[in-house]
């Protein structure tokens, strides 16, 4: 006997009832041709009378026999737009249903979570094979180099719009190298998962964050080089300091010069209590024969959040937030003005030009403090207040202070007017369930950056909020191996290369802007 299957329509009849006529079936109520031919007759009896769902049912099968007419491709979607039953999953390749089953553990193949990831996994590598072909499709329908440089010399794109443009189709055009970090003990390479990278206001210089196998975290800095042939070149700092307390939050400060210290986060673990961490960059290099400089270390436990203002009035200020506080201090006077609020407050940073403090909480608000106001007492002391639907993650305030840009755990990056406090841009395609994710903004590329749960780093325009690239992770997705990223038009100074700079699990990964980017090691007559 013959089995059913679900593109047939029907089952098949082992014999016919009395009845019944040849070609006439109960199931389908259709005469069948063979029949017409046999009898001669076009219409030897009237069609049946037609239901609304039976309807809707012959248009959708006419549909898709009308789709799947031209190529394999198309027919191949059809296949797998199988109808879903509640408890079975369905394998296009296969052709049969599978029972799913219950429980979470890596023994059981047919989890619903297990089967999602194996598809992700599926599309990471097509996007990966995507990646590497010598053509990519351009973030905007007709945008191209040469396009753009025509309409700069008729006069019809105006500078900064020609630049913005520029920097999307390089961005669309961004190839992965991977980079080989040089260090003084080459017998030990770096074997430890990276977890957060940060670079300094130049880019000649990278904070990294590294979990340990055996528990806690490894800090250190890396220096970035770029030479005359166009390589970036990598080289970690000779001192590395371990700890076995989880960095919440940095922040490079400016004590002496700029981006002369390291504002650390340290959450307390067992009989170790948390702290905020002063540390002179210099501390971290044996070669260095400067002085360390102020080294300072401030009992405040639990800290989420760490920021440095940079304004001339507060320039060795700085600020954590806490679980339901916020804390202003002078690290040269050990001044200290402490605020309630209602909600953790996980992420913060100063404006530029006034020395007003950005706050975002988990219960989705977002507020401002204006330094100059410490007097103030209750809930006057904030300067604006609105809030998002989730907690969120990061706060970044643009050059133009009125203008903030905040993602939450929803997934959701928006554009506020501080002013009018009220969205004015939307950046969809971020992910995020429960992650702390930072973002990242370059306006002088007019680029937002962001990596998303699902380990895949996207990068929009900033002005429009058009999703300009997403980049798939070179390892598989997992919670611990969330990439983590530096983007910047001078990486590795003034003389530097512009790109993308990704770290996931032990591995460097550099994304330039320039399609012919040969690596160091591949370069004739370059030694380090």
């Known amino acids: 006997m013959k089995k059913w299957n679900w593109r047939d ?4 009849h082992r014999r016919r009832g009395a009845g019944q006529r040849q070609g006439w079936y109960r199931g389908n109520r259709q005469w069948s041709s063979q029949d017409e031919q046999r009898t001669g007759h076009n219409n030897p009896r009237p069609p049946p009378r037609a239901t609304p769902r039976r309807m809707e049912n012959q248009s959708a099968s006419s549909s898709s026999s009308s789709s799947s007419s031209p190529p394999s491709s198309s027919s191949s979607q059809t296949s797998s737009a199988a109808p879903e039953l509640p408890g079975f999953y369905f394998d296009p390749e296969k052709n049969r249903y599978f029972r799913l089953l219950p429980g979470h ?11 999602q990831k194996k598809e992700s996994e599926k599309q990471r590598n097509k996007m990966l094979a995507e990646d590497e072909k010598p053509s990519k499709k351009a ?13 700069r010399h008729l006069g019809m794109l105006p500078e900064h719009s020609y630049s913005r443009l520029v920097h999307e189709v390089k961005v669309s055009g961004m190839k992965r190298h991977k980079l080989e970090i040089q260090s ?6 770096n074997t430890d998962n990276f977890r957060l990278i940060v670079g300094d206001s130049a880019c000649e210089r990278v904070f990294t964050v590294n979990d340990v196998s055996h528990g806690g975290c490894k800090y250190g800095i890396m220096n970035f080089s770029s030479s005359s042939r166009g390589s970036l070149s990598v080289e970690m700092c000779d001192n590395l300091y371990f700890t076995n307390r989880k960095v919440n939050s940095i922040c490079w400060a400016s004590v002496n010069y700029p981006d002369s210290h390291v504002l650390l986060c340290l959450v307390g673990a067992a009989d170790t209590p948390g702290c905020v961490s002063l540390l002179p960059a210099s501390l971290f290099s044996n070669s260095n024969p400067d002085q360390p400089g ?9 800290a989420w959040s760490c920021a440095w ?31 309630s609020t209602g909600s ?5 940073q100063f404006a530029l030009r006034v020395p007003v403090l950005f706050n975002g909480c988990r219960s989705g608000e977002i507020f401002s403090l204006d330094l100059r106001q410490r007097g103030r007492r209750g809930q006057s002391w904030k300067a604006s207040c609105f809030h998002q639907e989730s907690a969120i993650t990061s706060v970044r305030v643009l050059q133009d202070d009125n203008y903030l840009l905040a993602a939450d755990m929803l997934g959701q990056i928006k554009l506020w007017d501080v002013r009018g406090t009220k969205p004015v841009q939307e950046y969809k395609g971020h992910h995020n369930e429960h992650a702390y994710l930072p973002i990242q903004v370059n306006e002088p590329e007019g680029l937002l950056l962001a990596v998303g749960q699902d380990c895949y780093t996207r990068l929009w325009s900033l002005k429009d909020g058009q999703l300009l690239r997403t980049i798939p992770s070179p390892h598989p997705a997992a919670n611990d191996l969330i990439p983590s990223v530096v983007f910047s038009s001078k990486l590795g100074g003034c003389r530097g290369l512009p790109g993308l700079l990704m770290a996931v699990k032990h591995d460097l990964y550099y994304f330039p802007y320039n399609t012919d980017y040969q690596e160091a090691a591949e370069q004739p007559g370059n030694v380090f």
């Open 139 to 151: 973030p905007r329908t007709g945008l191209n180099t040469l396009l753009l440089l025509q309409k």
């Open 105 to 115: 553990n890596n023994c059981n193949p047919l989890t619903r979570e297990m089967l």
């Open 294 to 302: 102020m080294l300072c270390s401030f009992k405040i436990s639990s």
């Open 9 to 12: 329509g029907q089952r098949p």
């Open 344 to 348: 953790d407050v996980l992420t913060q």
């Open 309 to 339: 203002c940079l304004n001339p009035q507060f320039d060795k200020t700085f600020s954590t937030g806490l679980s339901r506080r916020v804390i202003v201090k002078d690290a040269e006077t050990g001044r200290t003005q402490t605020y």
């Open 184 to 189: 003084t003990d080459s017998s030990n390479p």
